[in-house]
């Protein structure tokens, strides 16, 4: 059963070496993420999944040990998935899709000591019912489960946002931002999958795999953070 989530966003830039003189510019939201993270440690999990989108090629699960970097954004650094020793059964696996690389940053700077940690990336273009029913997948695989769900809103908020200005954003961002700040399951599920991928919300899937696997769970939400300082959304909110 899901016990708690955390719901952080993504962006390689919440690493301050990548965001470098930018970095003061994201505190906010580092906090917020480190005080939902200190939710999930509170619940005391047997396993816990970092969830955040993939595309076809790095969809699917990740075994603790996996091992993700950031060279690809011009930083030296690299991370792993829980353990710091890779295990052997992680040795062979394709390296983390970046939304699961700065998860497991995130974790260690929280300095995770609890559960076990694996990772699951969920494909872009999943459908809301294959979104949930992976949610509910996950939420059985240990008596107590906690997520740390990564993902972005809306990149179409302003006009030097990634997708450019798109009028449709910021409503968008709205709905998701109060869905996930108060738990809402089916404003989850309602969420529109063809307006998130015109709007390059790719926080989308991994928020309605979130709302699957709390179906039943009687989890409270609570929004900890929400601006769109790049022209795109970033929410951070604690499930507990």
């Known amino acids: 059963m899901l016990v708690a989530a955390a719901v952080c966003p993504c962006p390689p830039l919440l690493v301050p070496e990548v965001a470098a003189g930018a970095a003061p510019e994201l505190d906010a939201a580092r906090d917020a993420c480190l005080d939902a993270v200190g939710v999930l440690a509170a619940s005391r999990p047997d396993l816990l999944v970092v969830v955040g989108p993939g595309d076809g090629r790095s969809a699917g699960a990740y075994s603790a040990g996996a091992h993700g970097s950031l060279r690809g954004v011009g930083v030296d650094l690299d991370v792993t998935l829980g353990d710091a020793l890779r295990s052997a059964d992680a ?7 970046q939304s699961l690389t700065v998860g497991g940053w995130l974790l260690r700077r929280a300095r995770w000591t609890g559960a076990p940690v694996e990772g699951l990336a969920v494909a872009e273009g999943a459908t809301a019912e294959e979104c949930a029913e992976a949610g509910r997948s996950v939420a059985r695989r240990a008596e107590r489960v906690a997520l ?13 946002a990634p997708g450019y200005l798109d009028e449709r954003a910021a409503a968008f961002d709205v709905r998701a931002t109060e869905a996930l700040g108060s738990a809402d399951l089916d404003a989850l599920a309602a969420l529109d999958v063809t307006l998130a991928h015109e709007l390059k919300a790719a926080g989308r899937a991994p928020w309605q795999l979130l709302g699957g696997a709390a179906r039943g769970a009687g989890l409270a939400g609570r929004l900890l953070y929400e601006d769109a300082p790049y022209g795109v959304g970033y929410t951070v909110a604690a499930w507990s």
């Open 91 to 97: 040795a062979s696996d394709r390296p983390l899709p």
């Open 148 to 160: 740390l769900v990564m993902g972005d809103g809306s990149a179409c908020r302003t006009l030097k």
